[in-house]
């Protein structure tokens, strides 16, 4: 899984294992016992027939619920774009993050959305994942003013805003950075404003999701990782569906040639997500 330390405006705590926006709260389709699905996943797509897909609904901008009161986010939108390419209906069961793997693997979903990268060998054992349709990776806010910070190169001795557990902490105390600890996100954005520090590293979706979201914060991005330093999330199936996981990861790159992905990662962050 990706360990994201996106806290708000994408997360509201510090993420342990890729994706979990809530550490509370069950959604009320687990209020339900659910039944495992009927029939293979390679005959429902064949047939037309239904997808299941897994997803918390309450981690913004990749699964949440709008003012209205409609699920949506990046990665719900992309499931329902594969969902069309391969012309079946799709169906949206949420529930907490850490009851999401466990109910695909026992066949409550067809599959997950929601950002997970497997990065860890017992995971990758048990599940598959699609081509990728976002890619994420360590990013750096400044003020907007400043016309010195370019690269990590030249933040030492400078003062970057971080949570001391994060990875993204300790990136900042290996470039030789001062670190101004915070309890999260929104509190370095705010020092960083507050001219109280020079910088601040994050997770570069949950950074776009804040650029988007306040244009006139007067901050903006002085240094992205490289292609090499992202890693991938995409659709996450039980073993077993090799045929199933190549019609979908056909559809994602379709959705990737038609411009549906750029389209969408324009729409939820402000510029496409989908290429490294």
Request: overall charge negative; proline content about 3%; some cysteine.
């Amino acid at each position: 899984m990706l360990k994201k330390f996106a806290l708000p405006l994408v997360c509201s705590l510090v993420l342990a294992a890729c994706g979990g926006g809530s550490a509370g709260g069950a959604a009320a389709s687990e209020a339900q016992p659910e039944t495992k699905i009927s029939g293979s996943l390679i005959e429902r797509i064949n047939n037309k027939g239904k997808i299941v897909v897994g997803t918390e609904g309450t981690y913004a901008p990749f699964t949440y619920h709008d003012q209205s009161g409609k699920l949506t986010g990046y990665d719900v939108e992309v499931a329902r774009a594969v969902a069309q390419k391969l012309g079946v209906e799709i169906e949206f069961k949420e529930t907490q993050w850490d009851a999401m793997l466990a109910g695909l693997k026992a066949g409550r979903f067809d599959m997950v959305a929601n950002q997970v990268s497997l990065t860890t060998p017992e995971r990758r054992a048990t599940f598959d994942k699609s081509e990728n349709y976002s890619w994420s990776g360590p990013m750096m806010l400044v003020r907007a003013d400043n016309k010195t910070i370019k690269s990590l190169d030249d933040i030492k001795g400078l003062k970057a805003a971080q949570t001391l557990s994060s990875n993204y902490g300790e990136m900042a105390v290996a470039a030789k950075a001062e670190v101004v600890p915070v309890d999260g996100m929104a509190q370095a954005l705010t020092l960083v404003q507050q001219n109280r520090a020079d910088l601040t590293l994050n997770d570069s979706l949950a950074l776009l999701d804040y650029l988007k979201k306040n244009p006139d914060s007067g901050l903006k991005t002085a240094w992205k990782a490289g292609a090499d330093d992202k890693l991938g999330s995409g659709l996450i199936l039980n073993k077993g569906n090799t045929e199933a996981l190549a019609k979908i990861n056909t559809a994602i790159e379709e959705l990737q040639q038609d411009g549906t992905l750029k389209k969408l990662g324009e729409e939820f962050f402000g510029e496409d997500v989908s290429v490294k």
